[in-house]
């Protein structure tokens, strides 16, 4: 059974940082992307960060870029995201997910989501 565990969130001040962490069972971790996406209230689910299964290479959404870093440690099947000089427009509830390439696009694995980890930033 696939199952996502994020963790890490909480109550920042403008320009603080925050590390969440995304703890992963069920599957073969080590052969999927992996990514974070958020939900802010009111709007639509946005892919915010991915890291390929093969290299490691990331993928950043261009609000992010520059402040966010995604990780993951294959050994502990878990990613992270490291979250720097963070803004109020970043509070949502942070999802981690596995992803699927689709030509230039990534797909969620699977239709389900963790309960995710609410991070708020204070202006």
């Known amino acids: 059974q696939v199952q996502f565990v994020e963790s890490g969130g909480g109550l920042v001040q403008f320009g603080g940082s925050l590390r969440l962490s995304c703890a992963a069972s069920?599957?073969?971790?080590?052969?999927?992307?992996m990514s974070w996406h958020r939900q802010a209230p009111g709007k639509a689910r946005e892919l915010v960060a991915v890291?390929?299964?093969?290299?490691?290479?990331?993928n950043y959404a261009d609000s992010v870029k520059g402040r966010f870093t995604i990780s993951r440690d294959n050994a502990k099947n878990t990613v992270y995201l490291q979250m720097i000089s963070l803004k109020p427009e970043d509070t949502a509830v942070y999802y981690c997910?596995?992803?699927?390439?689709?030509?230039?696009?990534?797909?969620?694995?699977?239709?389900?989501w963790g309960p995710g980890t609410q991070v708020t930033v204070s202006s």
């Open positions: 997910t596995a992803e699927i390439p689709y030509g230039k696009a990534w797909y969620t694995a699977w239709d389900y």
């Open positions: 069920g599957f073969s971790f080590s052969a999927y992307a």
């Open positions: 890291i390929t299964s093969t290299d490691g290479s990331t």
